[in-house]
Every structure is written in structure tokens, then in C-alpha cells.
């Protein structure tokens, strides 16, 4: 099998979209079943270091027009066996061309472009698509109640979690941002006002209550955007802006040591797909909360180490918590490798894909 993936970014880009990509593509080339896959990207804002021999990322083309007539010209040339939309916002596009090249075609919902209604172009596609690939139960339902799509032909491959996440040495990982005894909070996201459903403000709003108890109380922030001032303000108010830190951006290679240093990874978000970065805390050993709102679901369904509640209870679950024996990181990690580890997402991919029971068929 011969597969052309138009997408956002995947190799150089930052944030889950580009992460799940890569992991797609990952997945796909480690199968015998699929010879090679082509990537044409229109954002790659860093350069590509790495890449599965059977994949080749193209340069990223910035023009909408420019980037239509590339994956037209590479479906011509190729003639791929499968054609990968890695958005809804491109899917209009990707059926054109699909159809043009008699080439099937499959879209990717990663959820908050399909809790609204999509456009009738958006909608035509999504009906017309041979996969609907939805990164949680809820992004499915999701398109399934705005588009007429054939149950079968949506199926849900979540987001997995890198085997570099995993437990390590946590009094190092504390010593190297200056934590002692501090109760240690944590949240990775961009902080984009767009993004401000994330739920920085909820956790700074719940510091006040955490500082009555006798250990002191450090929020750790990480992530870049213009959101910074508003929420260092914001801190201010409260009265905690000393037991806030913004740490900036931080890279894939930091991150697992930021999750083992933390507490608690705490992202009480009200827009989540389906939440990646859960994963990542849970598999370093850290237990998470977040709520039960959208796909979130999905990444934190583990008892007293994964939870999603209710916004109205985010604050008492938050002091829990905080309070309640820290869970054996080992175990932790493998609970999430088990349902979310590499081989289980591979092993979903080829059930898709190119198993026996493919729901692809050309």
C-alpha cells in the first residue's frame, strides 16, 4: 500500500495534531502491509530530524492554492492506493482531489472542529470519505450527529503515548526546578488565548485553598502565547503570583522529567479532543486530573490516577488529590502502556488499515 497524507505538520511541528501524525505515520511504515507514505505538509515550523525510512516529508507549502495543486500533481504521479486528510478543515480539498485521482480517501477529526455543525462542503466529504479516523468516542459521536456517515466507516484511534514518558528519578527531576517540600502542580499547553479553555485560571483559582494546608505550593506552567499576561495578572489578583512559574515552551526530550517532578498534572480543560499530554503525566508516573467534559474522557477513564470530574468539582478534587498517597509510578505506566502504549496503537492502525478486518477497502 501506497498512502499520500495531506496534513497541518507532522515531523518539525509542535502540538498533538503533529504528534498524533507522526505517530500515524510511525505506526503505518512499521507494517509490511504499506510500502511507503508520502507527507506534504503546509506548516513544518522546525526542521525535520526524523522520519521512518519508508516516509518522505516534502517541504511545506504556505499557499492554500500552491498546496491544492502539489497533492493534486502527487496523486497523478504516484497514484497512491490511499489518500490521508489530517484535518476537517482541509477535507474539502481532499475529496476533490481524491475524486479527480479515483483514489480513496480517509479524514482525521481530533475534536474541537467537529463540536459544531461543519460547513456543507466539510459535511459532503466527511459522508463521502471510505475512514473517518476520531481520536475519542466523543469526537465520533460528534461526527456521526452532524454528518450522514455509515457507522462502520468511523472508527476511533485515540492518541498514544511515546515509550520515552515513563517513570524515572524524581528527586532529580524536583532538585533541577528548585522544588523541597512544594506541592507541585503542573500544565502543558499553549497559552493562546484561543486556548483559553485550557483551565490555567482554575487551577490558579484553587491555589489559595491548597496554601492553608502546611506544605508551600508551586504552579508550573508550560507553554508559549500572549495568554502569559493575562493570567500572570490574573495570579496576581488571586494573591499567589509568587507560586506561579512560567517555565516557557518545553521540548519533547524535557518533558518527561517536567511530569515526574509534578504532584499532580492538573488541565481542567473545557476543549480537549482527547488530551495527550494526560497520557504523558500518567505514563511518568504522575496522576492527572482534568474534566469530564468531550474527549478528555477518554485519557483519564484510571480510577484514582486518571480523573475527569465535573467543573463544579475540579476544586475538591484538585485537594484530594494533592493529599492522597502518590500511586506506585511503575504501575501507572503500565496501566497506560497497556491501553495506550505504542504496540496497542500499532496493532489498532493495522486492524484499520491493512488487517484482516481493515475497514479500508479500495
Known amino acids: ?151 462502520g466507516r468511523a472508527v476511533v484511534i485515540a492518541n498514544t503515548v511515546g515509550s520515552d514518558f515513563r517513570p ?24 493562546d488565548r484561543r486556548f483559553g479553555y485550557k483551565g490555567h485560571d482554575r487551577v490558579i483559582r484553587s491555589i489559595p485553598r491548597l496554601l492553608r494546608g502546611k506544605r508551600p505550593v508551586t504552579y508550573l506552567i508550560s507553554g508559549e502565547g500572549e495568554d502569559r499576561s493575562r493570567l500572570a495578572a490574573l495570579a496576581r489578583d488571586v494573591g499567589v503570583g509568587d507560586h506561579v512559574r512560567f517555565l516557557g515552551f518545553t521540548g519533547r526530550e524535557s ?39 468531550g474527549g478528555a474522557i477518554d485519557p483519564l477513564d484510571f480510577g484514582e490516577w486518571g480523573r475527569a470530574v465535573a467543573e463544579a468539582d475540579f476544586e475538591d478534587a484538585l485537594c484530594r488529590t494533592v493529599a492522597a498517597p502518590r500511586p506506585d509510578p511503575r504501575s501507572l505506566h503500565a496501566a497506560v502502556n497497556e491501553r495506550f502504549g505504542p504496540d496497542a496503537f500499532a496493532h489498532e492502525v493495522e486492524s484499520v488499515f491493512v488487517g484482516r478486518n481493515a475497514r479500508f477497502r479500495r
Request: aromatic share 6%; with cysteine; proline share 5%.
Open 1 to 151: 500500500m501506497r498512502i499520500l497524507a495531506v496534513v497541518t505538520e507532522a515531523y518539525g511541528g509542535h502540538g498533538g495534531i503533529a504528534q498524533y501524525n507522526r505517530d500515524l505515520v510511525d505506526a503505518l511504515c512499521s507494517n509490511k502491509a504499506v510500502e511507503s507514505v508520502r507527507i506534504l505538509p503546509r506548516l513544518t515550523p522546525t526542521a525535520v530530524t526524523r522520519a521512518p525510512d519508508k516516509a518522505r516529508q516534502r517541504r511545506p507549502i504556505f499557499s492554500r492554492a500552491a498546496f491544492a495543486m502539489n497533492a493534486l500533481g502527487d496523486v497523478a504521479r504516484s497514484r497512491p492506493d490511499l489518500l490521508i486528510c489530517g484535518h476537517l478543515y482541509m477535507a474539502a480539498m481532499a475529496m476533490r482531489i481524491a475524486e479527480i485521482g479515483g483514489v480513496p480517501f480517509a479524514v482525521q477529526l481530533h475534536g474541537t472542529e467537529i463540536w459544531r455543525p461543519p460547513t456543507r462542503h466539510q459535511r459532503r466529504a466527511l459522508e463521502r470519505a471510505a475512514l473517518v479516523l476520531c481520536v475519542s468516542r466523543h469526537t465520533r459521536a460528534q461526527a456521526l450527529r452532524f454528518a450522514d456517515i455509515e457507522r
Open 168 to 191: 524515572g528519578d524524581r528527586a532529580r527531576a524536583r532538585a533541577e526546578l528548585g522544588l523541597t517540600d512544594d506541592i507541585a502542580l503542573l500544565t502543558v499547553g499553549r497559552l
Open 255 to 293: 518533558l518527561p522529567q517536567l511530569y515526574r517532578a509534578a504532584d499532580v498534572f492538573a488541565m481542567p480543560s473545557t476543549g480537549e479532543g482527547f488530551g495527550i499530554v494526560f497520557l504523558e503525566a500518567m505514563a511518568s508516573g504522575t496522576p492527572a486530573l482534568g474534566l469530564s467534559v
